[in-house]
């Protein structure tokens, strides 16, 4: 038994999110239909992480076993040719048995992309949230600030009732940026995210640029362990990076 890792790149406009879903488009169920029909056994992937619907990667790593005896070049030509278009294979390997591409990730890493000018894009709509509203850049890259380290991030995420050490979780970098085009990019890198926790953070750091929050209350924030209520939109975030030792 084989056990092979894969690098793919992808557009999350037409999926329902990575993880696969009864009666659903995603991108495991795009994956594992084209894996299976080319090796001609069943395979199921293990992810990296498991982008939500609308989010897009640069980076995904997935890994499966299988018997097939098929080379990595191979391997790649062959999916690409059997996966939809916005679904790509950049990168094949064999690897060791026992990695995991979910378990053995030690961080990954999120952009968020704001068009922040009066006017939008014609060329990158699909991958950016357009806001009209200038935002303040310094406010919150201060807001950010309060982010970083370790910190009990259920007021940033979906998941409810677990134990308290579940929500516990490392950004190891954060930071917001602006070009001379108008495109904010906030790049946040922890050791693993819980589900919508970059679109709460982005969503947060919004209404601090927009002067709706201050930069003080993020603690408080933290402290209440209550959702947020401002969920940035999906179609600005992109996974990046997943490292591994």
């Not at 050791?191 to 970059?198: A, E, I, P, T």
Request: proline share 5%; hydrophobic share 35%; with cysteine.
């Amino acid at each position: 038994m084989r056990n092979i890792k894969l690098v793919l790149q992808y557009s999350g406009k037409n999926y329902n999110g990575f993880q696969i879903q009864p009666n659903q488009p995603t991108i495991q169920g795009e994956i594992e239909k084209a894996l299976s029909t080319l090796l001609r056994e069943k395979i199921s992937v293990i992810g990296s992480g498991r982008t939500d619907a609308g989010v897009h990667a640069l980076c995904q790593v997935v890994n499966f076993e299988t018997d097939s005896d098929v080379s990595p070049y191979h391997l790649r030509w062959s999916v690409n040719a059997l996966l939809p278009p916005d679904i790509v294979v950049v990168e094949v390997c064999e690897v060791d048995e026992e990695f995991d591409a979910r378990r053995d990730a030690i961080s990954r890493e999120y952009h968020y992309f704001i068009l922040n000018r009066k006017y939008p894009s014609v060329f990158i709509p699909d991958f950016c949230y357009f806001l009209a509203r200038p935002l303040n850049l310094v406010s919150m890259r201060e807001a950010a600030d309060k982010f970083s380290g370790t910190h009990n991030f259920s007021s940033f995420c979906v998941c409810k009732g677990w134990r308290d050490e579940s929500y516990v979780k490392t950004i190891q970098e954060i930071e917001c940026s602006k070009d001379d085009r108008g495109l904010i990019k906030i790049r946040t890198k922890a050791n693993s995210f819980l589900h919508h926790m970059v679109r709460y953070i982005v969503g947060t750091l919004i209404q601090v640029g927009l002067g709706n929050l201050e930069p003080e209350e993020v603690p408080k924030i933290f402290e209440r362990k209550e959702t947020v209520s401002c969920l940035a939109p999906p179609q600005g975030l992109i996974l990046v990076d997943v490292k591994y030792p």
